[in-house]
């Protein structure tokens, strides 16, 4: 039987495609066993099979509406939705899964799934599940719904269980939500020194950062903000113009412009303009101003020109992409102008939902299993 227990240095080197059709066969000689459907649902994703993945997840929390089966489901739901087969003359409602559907070929569509999500998990959760990836779970779900109060309940039990940097980053983003910034602070530096092999995201240092700024702890701030310029430049994950805000919070303009001026702005939104502009006004560098200003709104006029001019492009994308453009065109002159008028661009920063793979049995990141056959 394929199992879970593989050398992650083999990984890719797993023909998934044979050791699907191993399950499928197994599934088939002994159908009510949710431990191979689960292990078939998770090979089907590294497939790209996700209605079939979908599929066995269903069966088995039917077949054994255990913690497992059904808080994979969820998790399935939550992450992926549902899909919806449509129907045609040669198509079923429904599929039966003991039996072999006659179909040449099925269509389906996918939809969100997050209540069946919801429903699922708070079940689980009222009989205390003993690992906190359901309390994670359901903490992204509140937050999602911008419900940060019962979100901050279940993150606490899940941190009881096990502290991750999910659930305290999440936790953290919570407490930040709701304006208390020495308890976000506190959350987003436990949480990054819990970086592992599943979740290396520099973004809860990057909070942490952020809230030591907003609380006027400046030298600490700018020690958070050295030590993510290393990081971020060491593993390549270009955070540059976002760490760059932590100086512009501190009104240190000069390392703000030093990050900016290094920029390549063809690949950054217009948005990023305004505290960049402004940190060049209170450095009395208008010349600056204007020659990025200039350059930019020339750049957007000559890809707009092209798009126009373009015979195959349609002309509904055409009307669209003007409109766009000239609305961004605006947005730059009224930044230069309103900086002009001492007005300061207001950083209004937002934490980042942790996340990671909660999937019960995912050999990929070697998540345990719990007791399939309990509550």
Request: hydrophobic share 35%; proline share 4%.
């Amino acid at each position: 039987m394929f199992r879970r227990s593989m050398n992650m240095s083999k990984y890719d080197e797993i023909d998934f495609e044979k050791v699907s059709l191993q399950l499928q066969e197994q599934v088939e000689q002994d159908p009510y066993n949710v431990k191979l459907r689960n292990e078939l649902a998770i090979v089907c994703m590294e497939t790209n099979e996700y209605e079939e993945a979908f599929f066995q997840l269903q069966a088995a929390a039917k077949m054994k509406p255990s913690i497992q089966p059904l808080y994979n489901l969820a998790y399935f739901y939550f992450t992926e939705g549902k899909p919806i087969i449509e129907a045609t003359s040669n198509t079923k409602e429904t599929r039966n899964f003991e039996e072999e559907t006659e179909e040449e070929s099925v269509s389906y569509t996918w939809e969100t799934a997050d209540d069946e999500a919801f429903d699922i998990v708070e079940d689980l959760l009222k009989n205390k599940p003993d690992h906190y990836f359901p309390y994670n779970l359901m903490g992204e779900m509140y937050i999602k719904e911008e419900k940060y109060e019962e979100a901050i309940n279940v993150l606490k039990e899940g941190i009881n269980l096990t502290p991750s940097l999910e659930n305290l980053s999440n936790l953290g983003l919570c407490y930040y939500k709701k304006g208390m910034l020495p308890e976000a602070a506190e959350c987003f530096h436990k949480a990054h020194r819990l970086r592992s092999c599943n979740n290396y995201g520099l973004f809860p240092l990057l909070s942490y950062g952020s809230c030591l700024a907003q609380l006027g702890r400046k030298s600490e701030a700018r020690e958070v903000a050295k030590e993510l310029l290393f990081l971020s430049e060491k593993e390549e994950e270009a955070l540059e113009a976002d760490i760059a805000e932590i100086y512009y919070i501190l009104g240190d303009y000069e390392e703000f412009v030093n990050i900016y001026s290094k920029l390549d702005w063809d690949f950054y939104s217009e948005a990023f303009l305004p505290t960049y502009f402004y940190s060049l006004w209170k450095l009395s560098k208008t010349k600056e101003i204007e020659e990025l200003a200039s350059k930019t709104i020339q750049r957007k006029e000559k890809e707009m020109k092209e798009v126009i001019q373009d015979p195959e492009e349609e002309e509904d994308f055409k009307e669209e992409y003007e409109e766009v453009t000239m609305e961004e065109i605006t947005f730059i002159k009224n930044a230069v102008r309103e900086v002009y008028e001492g007005k300061a661009p207001i950083i209004d920063y937002k934490p980042q939902v942790e996340t990671r793979c909660y999937l019960y049995g995912c050999f990929r990141h070697t998540n345990s299993n719990p007791n399939y056959f309990s509550i």
